[in-house]
């Protein structure tokens, strides 16, 4: 009986060391390279890109990883990039909300800075863009976009505090 419940704890501690892909909460954990790519060819499917096109726009997607952040990976609704809940209660209460305080959370002109940036970024990657498409391409990007842009509008709560 020792040796059979021995037995089943190696395989167990086996099979949870082989699955490093998974989080702790069992979502997959994305690779940025892997998520970069993915959305390479995402965007390459659907808007008909040629194999140069897309060498291009993987360069640009790769370029701008980091500052239009292609490479967090899924989130699930109403959570933080870290995967701390928002809690308005502690908020109101001037408590830790993932792991900030009020005296480490920034500003509010630190955050309208990082707005105008991401700004600047977007305008930035979306003129290259521009470079690598076809006009026609480009017009069924920039569509896609603004639908997406209002169904996230449609989204938002409309009382935020």
Do not use: C, W
């Not at 993915?38 to 008909?48: L, P």
């Amino acid at each position: 009986m020792l040796i059979a419940l021995a037995a089943a704890f190696m395989l167990t501690t086996t099979a949870m060391a082989q699955d490093n892909k998974e989080t702790q909460n069992g979502q997959r954990r994305f690779d940025p390279k892997e998520m970069i790519q993915h959305m390479t060819n995402r965007t390459a499917d659907r808007y008909g890109l040629t194999d140069e096109q897309a060498d291009k726009l993987l360069d640009l997607n790769t370029r701008y990883a980091d500052k239009l952040r292609f490479n967090q990976g899924p989130r699930q609704r109403g959570q933080r990039p870290g995967g701390q809940r928002n809690n308005r209660e502690a908020r109101q209460n001037n408590e830790s909300v993932d792991g900030l305080t009020a005296a480490t959370r920034p500003s509010r002109e630190e955050m309208e800075a990082r707005r105008k940036q991401a700004e600047e970024d977007r305008k930035a990657y979306n003129a290259e863009l521009k470079e690598i498409m076809t006009a026609e391409q480009y017009a069924k990007y920039e569509t896609d976009q603004q639908q997406m842009r209002q169904r996230f509008q449609q989204r938002q709560p409309r009382n935020r505090q």
